[in-house]
């Protein structure tokens, strides 16, 4: 039941009571999960380029992309605060304690020896050496042999100092170069310029961040816009977005009775980074990238992963093309058997739709309404690597509610890690997910699809939380590139390993990809 504060709340968050019975009727249901088919695989869902075909995609693109408007989507919500988990425990390990002077030679291969024994390796070096003196009037050379090195981490994690424990990822210096560094946020300026730049000389971004950190971000872009828009001769056109209220989600206590702060009202938390399907919506743009805030390497060793995304762009645009003619024609009607047959080809061999056997007893008629209602759909062309053991989602031959087989990009909390069978082919997996998605966003009659009409609202999961030291169940929303997409035409290529770069640790700062 509902009081009069609850709907108050509701009505300002903007969310009905109808979304909020839904969501405690998934809490109380529990996670469903995905069903997996197989892994996909190369040749069973997955597309391998060969150079050729490499540089004839990247050639589609080159010249075709003035026609099209092009944009890259970012999300770079949160803060960077897991980067540094490490040296968080350290120091509340060893703060107001007495360090032991042989730590870092007793500890030799955990990851706080491995950033302190590194620390000129990283390129916010400089100024976390001018921070130390400002604090503690001795430079990072004499607090290293003096053995403070909770000193230096409180300096780059806490507010006082460099305040990197708090900071978002985009606005961490990421990279050195011979003159300068450079934030992360910097390098997707310079990635924009290489393939989302718009014939007119705008290149355009989107970021999406969290309320706390929008003037942090906007007095960033407006100190660097000038210096990138001159160096890379472009326009560099930015908006930032942050997620709606009206995407957060109400969670359950232990009694399985909605979740209440001390002073009555609910509580709402964010839904997750799928909630992010709205602020993509909200772009109302045609060809779309979407990448990490912290995927990026240094320029001289980026260049092949642009490369990469121009050929998934121009083979987006092929299919795409392909894919519209094909709808015109169904639109119209008129099809003889073998214009439906070849559709039918295209849209199996093609955009790997997985066509069912029960088509061949359909009418041409019951075809072609098939047929358009398939193709009729937003696409994403999908980069993804082999499998090095990285944590995280990967591509999978998934059956839906209807027992539709499609490819979805799943998480390991989708799975139902108990289930042998689901165990298995969850393990089966060759590819992984790095989010290298080139989306294109609108019909064949030149209008943006509502992507909101293309969630699959029960790949929602739920997590255990806690709040204020009380237990709570948590709705998390359809991943951004799972549930969130779900109904999309997917299509997946394979690309180098070279092209996922992600910072998940503030070690991960010294692999190659990140050094001159």
Known sequence: ML??????????????????????????????????????????????????????????????????RLVKFVPASGAASRMFKDLFSFIEQFDNRCLPNDYLQNHPDNAVTQFFNNLKHFAF????????????????????????????????????????????????????????????????????????????????????????????????????????????HIQLEIDLSTQKPSTDTIALDVDGAPFRNADGSLLFRPGGHGALIENLNELREEIVFIKNIDNVSVESKATSGFSYKKALAGYLMHLQQRCFEYLELL??????????????????????????????????????????????????????VRNDGEPGGGP???????????????????????NAEQECIFRDATHFNPVDLVCGCWNYMGEAF?????????????????????????????????????????VFVEVPTATFNPVKTVNDLLKDMHQL
Not at 466 to 485: D, I, T, V
Request: hydrophobic share 35%.
């Open 3 to 68: 009081s009069a504060n609850d709907t108050k709340q509701l009505f300002e968050k903007n969310i009905t009571e109808q979304q909020v019975a839904e969501q405690l009727a998934r809490l109380k249901r529990g996670t469903v999960f995905a069903r997996l088919v197989c892994p996909a695989t190369i040749g069973k869902g997955i597309k391998q380029m060969d150079e050729s075909e490499r540089q004839h995609y990247i050639e589609v693109f080159e010249n075709d992309k003035e026609y099209y």
């Open 125 to 232: 070096y400089e100024q976390l050496n001018h921070t130390v003196q400002n604090l503690y009037g001795k430079d990072l050379d004499t607090l290293m042999r003096e053995n403070k090195l909770v000193d230096i981490a409180k300096a780059l994690l806490s507010e006082n100092g460099m305040s990197y424990g708090k900071l978002p990822k985009a606005l961490l210096l990421f990279h050195r170069y011979k003159d300068f560094c450079r934030m992360a946020i910097e390098e997707h300026f310079c990635e924009a310029a290489e393939y989302a730049c718009n014939t007119d000389g705008t290149a355009k971004l989107h970021f999406t961040v969290s309320p706390e950190h929008k003037t942090l971000f906007r007095k960033a872009i407006e100190d660097l816009r000038s210096h990138y828009e001159q160096t890379y």
């Open 331 to 384: 639109d119209d009607g008129s099809l003889s058997d073998a214009e439906i047959d070849e559709i039918i080809g295209f849209a199996r061999d093609e955009l790997t739709i997985d066509i069912p056997a029960f088509i061949d007893d359909y009418s041409s008629i019951e075809k072609i309404d098939f047929l358009y209602e398939r193709l009729n759909r937003p696409m994403r062309v999908c980069g993804v």
């Open 396 to 418: 999978y031959w998934v059956r839906n509610a209807d027992d539709e087989a499609s490819l979805q990009i799943v998480e390991s909390s989708q799975i139902n890690h108990e």
């Open 450 to 490: 509502n992507l909101t009409d293309f969630v699959d609202p029960s790949t929602a999961f739920i997590s255990n939380k806690s709040q204020g030291g009380r237990e709570l169940k948590a709705l998390e929303l359809p991943g951004l590139w799972n549930g969130a997409m779900a109904d999309w035409i997917t």
